[in-house]
């Protein structure tokens, strides 16, 4: 089975602090994507990755950046958190060339920002 | 440009009722995936299944099914005979690309009274 797994299930910072939000996934998949997910506005993706050291800006960027070093772990960083991104934060990965079927999802982080 | 919309924002429904979840999608591509995915109360989606743009045939498992309409654009869920359990929050989701790269809609919070 895939797994992904994301490195806090709750997450509280306060205003400014720098933020990283780890993501790692067993199934050797070439693509990684972050999402936020906000109430009525369902999941929005922030940034994807296909490959190692490649990274794709989705449909929110701001106030984001991420790192992709190694093929399993995708990484979220916050550079100043706002409060604006208080959120649920979910990872995802999936592979285009081993006829998967979908995107594969963690359990999410629930970031509060004080 | 591409579109997933689900209008029904939240429904209740009594145990053993049959309910239909409503996606309607715009693309301008003729070929295109969907999804449906759930999202229970422990936040991590659960995949349900995937559909290509080729394929309008209903797709039936056990209490789900699916009505796929290419002539209303149009991609509906019907869960038959309700359980407590199927209360979540339920997502349509599109993939222009063919590599899963999707595009979901804001979802629909399902919540079956015992």
């Known amino acids: 089975d895939v797994k992904v797994t994301q490195s806090s299930r709750y997450l509280v910072k306060r205003t400014g602090e720098k933020v990283f939000l780890e993501c790692v996934q067993d199934?050797?998949?070439?693509?990684m994507f972050w999402y936020r997910q906000d109430p009525g506005l369902g999941l929005r993706l922030i940034y994807f990755s296909y490959d190692v050291k490649m990274k794709e800006k989705g449909d929110i960027p701001e106030g984001y950046s991420v790192s992709r070093e190694k093929k399993e772990r995708f990484s979220l960083i916050l550079e100043s958190a706002s409060t604006n991104q208080t959120s649920m934060y979910l990872c995802?990965?999936?592979?285009?060339?081993?006829?998967?079927?979908?995107?594969?999802f963690g359990p999410g982080t629930r970031l509060l920002v004080l | 440009a591409q579109k997933v919309t689900q209008a029904q924002t939240e429904i209740s429904v009594v145990e053993k009722e049959d309910v239909t979840l409503d996606c309607v999608y715009e693309t301008r591509d003729t070929t295109y995936y969907l999804f449906w995915y759930k999202q229970p109360p422990s936040g991590e989606l659960v995949f349900l299944i995937r559909?290509?743009?080729?394929?309008?045939q209903n797709e039936i498992s056990g209490r789900y099914s699916w009505n796929f309409q290419k002539s209303t654009s149009s991609f509906n869920f019907t869960i038959t005979a309700s359980q407590v359990v199927d209360s979540a929050v339920y997502f349509c989701?599109?993939?222009?690309?063919?590599?899963?790269?999707?595009?979901f809609g804001t979802g629909t919070r399902l919540t079956v009274i015992p």
């Open positions: 995802a990965s999936s592979s285009p060339f081993k006829n998967q079927e979908t995107q594969y």
């Open positions: 559909r290509n743009s080729f394929d309008e």
């Open positions: 199934m050797d998949h070439e693509n």
């Open positions: 989701a599109l993939d222009q690309t063919g590599a899963n790269n999707l595009f």
